[in-house]
């Protein structure tokens, strides 16, 4: 559905893409994650035909977006960083305009303007004028006006950005059941976003790709070793640290002393070393008020690939 | 279709913001009262100065109506839904190139009290000159907003929009001038470019097809220009 072809783009002398080579599957979430200026909205205004690359080839819907860019244009719905919003117009005169300029005829217009509205909880600010309204607000117009036209290719650039939690997870839900007959790409640096509505993610560092993959892939070819927070209340003195040392596979952090007990964050490089530990600690008289699982988070993967990064650069 | 979409946007735009009334107010209050006191002192039935006048303080005026076309769209990026949306840059150009123009004929339709008070008064006037006048008034027009447009799509800038069309009108302007300091070729075709001079001739109660045309050709070659610097936005 939507395929980039080694893009490079440079504005003047920084290159902002290197050789960017994807493809989207028809009715994939693909997740664009990267830290800010590593390239993902200059990604998307190339496959919306808002920025030319300076070298590669990219086709949305089978359609070239320099050579066919009309058609391109037809197909997508695009939410850019900024919602594009004319704040002296009222929601539904804005939204209305952006069916006329949609190609969307009268009748259907309004059917799809009541739809989008309803789903996006916009129908009692159909009437509002959009200067006046939040900024949760405006961002949710945006993404009505991305979706108006109901197109084959969603590119959504930060699409949560400025919700309240409430409205965050209607939206996801929302891009989930859209990715039924659409395919989307977004970007975003929240991480828990992408585990939550991407199939698969890309993340791009400084113009490149580093990672894609599912998360539950990422997550395990990481290799970033399970851990756990712990907070324990030692029988006495430093037993429980010695218990500790002696496995060879347990490595400890961020130690916490509290007012009985301590927290910490341990780490295992061998899962199966996880009975014998506890019960030696426990066997010495050590008591355990809670015991979470800390998952490898994209968050530790993505800071690994990216100082990997680095090291091979440096190498 | 799609530019009767953009030329609804705008004229929504220049009357929901206090840009157009400011305009038309100012307008009219300096053309009636220059209207007043010249016809108060000549004791002549003639609408010449006021057209002259009115196309002065229109080529003043213009810029400040045209300023915000296209660079508030870039200011605000909005431009990004419009160059991602399947819409054409002649297309968007032409429905603000004709929002902008509606405004302006709304605009000469409020000066037509003054003939109506000259012939109210007078028995024995011309109205030739004022319906030659009235068609150079409308063309004049129609060059100011094309070339204020294409000042527009250069900057993000509403101000240096303004100032770049300040600048190149009053250059057409004052082109004429030229016409009789060399007195050669060079004088004679400053002189033909010259907004001014093609329009004096419309007030003298002649239409030249050669003044027409150069108006016409004045208006569409800005309006390719504005095009084509839209355009180039996508390529560069």
């Given at each position: ?10 504005y ?15 009715g994939?979430?693909?997740?664009l ?7 993902k909205t200059?990604a998307?205004r190339?496959?919306?035909?808002f ?8 086709t ?13 244009r ?11 919003l004319?704040?002296?117009?009222t ?10 300029i ?6 259907l ?6 739809y ?8 009692e600010n ?18 009505a ?13 930060e ?17 989930k ?24 993610v890309?993340?791009?560092n400084?113009?490149e790709?580093?990672a ?14 399970p851990?756990w ?43 199966d ?43 | ?6 030329m ?33 002192t ?10 002259y ?23 605000s ?7 991602t ?6 297309q968007?150009?032409?429905?603000k190139f004709?929002?902008?123009f509606?405004?302006y ?10 003939p ?19 068609l150079?008034?409308v ?12 000042a ?50 419309f ?11 150069f ?16 355009e ?5």
């Open positions: 559905m939507i395929e980039m072809h080694n893009i490079t783009k440079y003047d002398n920084f290159r902002a893409l290197n050789e960017i080579t994807l493809k989207v599957e028809r994939e979430i693909l997740g994650l990267g830290p800010n200026g590593a390239g200059t998307m190339i496959l919306t035909c920025l030319p690359a300076s070298s590669g080839s990219a949305v819907a089978g359609y070239d977006v320099f050579e066919d860019s009309l058609e391109v037809r197909r997508l719905g695009y939410l850019p960083e900024t919602p594009p004319y704040h002296e117009m929601v539904r005169a804005y939204l209305n305009f952006i069916g006329e949609r190609e969307l005829p009268g009748k217009r309004e059917q799809r303007i009541n989008v509205s309803e789903r996006l909880g916009l129908i159909l009437g509002r004028v959009i200067g006046t309204l939040s900024k949760g607000y405006r961002q949710r117009v945006g993404l006006q991305a979706l108006l036209h109901n197109p084959e290719v969603l590119i959504l650039d699409p949560t950005v400025g919700l309240d939690p409430n409205q965050i997870i209607e939206i996801r839900s929302l891009i059941d859209l990715a039924k007959d659409h395919t989307i790409i977004l970007s975003t640096h929240i991480l828990p976003e992408v585990s939550m509505t991407c199939g698969r890309v993340i791009i400084e113009g790709i580093v894609v993959d599912s998360v539950a892939n990422l997550e395990k070819n990481a290799k970033v070793s851990s927070k712990i907070v324990l209340k030692p029988a006495a003195g430093q037993q429980w640290r010695d218990a500790i040392d002696r496995c060879e596979s347990a490595h400890i952090s961020d130690i916490k002393e509290l007012a009985d007990a301590f927290e910490f964050r341990l780490e295992l490089t061998r899962n070393m996880f009975d014998d530990l506890f019960s030696s600690l426990t066997s010495g008289g050590a008591v355990f008020r809670e015991i979470s699982p800390a998952r490898a988070t994209l968050e530790d993967i993505f800071l690994k690939l990216t100082s990997s990064e680095e090291r091979k650069e440096e190498a | 279709m799609k530019i009767l979409a953009i609804k946007k705008e004229l929504q735009a220049f009357f929901f913001s206090p840009i157009a009334y400011i305009v038309f107010a100012s307008f009219l209050a300096i053309v009636g009262y220059l209207f007043w006191v010249i016809l108060v000549s004791k002549i039935a003639t609408l010449e100065p006021m057209l006048n009115a196309a002065f303080i229109l080529m003043l005026a213009s810029p400040v109506l045209t300023m915000r076309l296209v660079s508030e769209e870039k200011k990026k909005t431009i990004e839904l419009l160059l949306s399947p819409i054409s840059p002649f968007i150009i032409m429905g004709l929002a902008c509606i405004l004929i709304v605009l000469m339709i409020l000066t037509l009290q003054y109506l008070i000259l012939s109210a008064y007078s028995k024995d006037f011309d109205v030739g000159p004022i319906y030659s006048g009235y150079g008034l063309l004049l027009g129609a060059a100011y907003i094309s070339f204020g447009l294409f527009s799509t250069l900057t993000e800038n509403q101000i240096i929009a303004a100032m770049v069309s300040f600048g190149g009108l009053i250059l057409f302007w004052i082109f004429g001038w030229a016409k009789h300091a060399f007195e050669n070729d060079f004088g004679e075709l400053l002189g033909n470019l010259s907004l001014f001079d093609r329009y004096a001739e007030l003298r109660g002649v239409i030249d097809s050669g003044n027409v045309i108006f016409v050709v004045f208006t569409v070659t800005w309006l390719f220009l504005a095009t084509r610097v839209l180039s936005d996508r390529w560069r």
